[in-house]
């Protein structure tokens, strides 16, 4: 599950850098696209990081991080798909494989906070 989560969550920053790279270069949209791109690539850092914990709740606290940057992942790619729908501009079919990606990225990361709270509370 590591090796996976680990690929999923690199592919995840690099879909998302790939359609930022379609969007708009324009001021406001690259205000957007810069948080996506921070956000989506600290989803497999900061899960790499967790990786190399040091305790229990050393891994629980990189694991929350994990699941902030991805909460905020998910925030942009749903401002710029509204955006993108008021600028009239074709990109749903984009965001779709995305957002539904970071819903199941945040469900793993919850389940893996949720046990390893009662792991540490059981110790």
């Not at 539904?100 to 792991?119: G, H, M, P, Y």
């Amino acid at each position: 599950m590591t090796n996976d989560l680990k690929q999923r969550t690199k592919r995840f920053a690099l879909d998302c850098w790939i359609l930022c790279s379609q969007l708009p270069k324009t001021r406001e949209f690259n205000a957007y696209v810069n948080q996506l791109i921070r956000s989506s690539s600290s989803v497999g850092a900061n899960y790499r990081a967790a990786q190399r914990a040091k305790s229990s709740a050393d891994f629980l606290n990189k694991l929350k991080i994990v699941e902030e940057e991805i909460d905020e992942s998910d925030y942009f790619l749903e401002l710029l798909f509204e955006v993108c729908l008021i600028e009239k501009l074709d990109f749903e079919p984009n965001f779709q494989p995305l957002m539904k990606e970071s819903k199941e990225l945040t469900a793993i990361i919850v389940a893996a906070i949720k046990t390893t709270k009662s792991t540490i509370q059981t110790k």
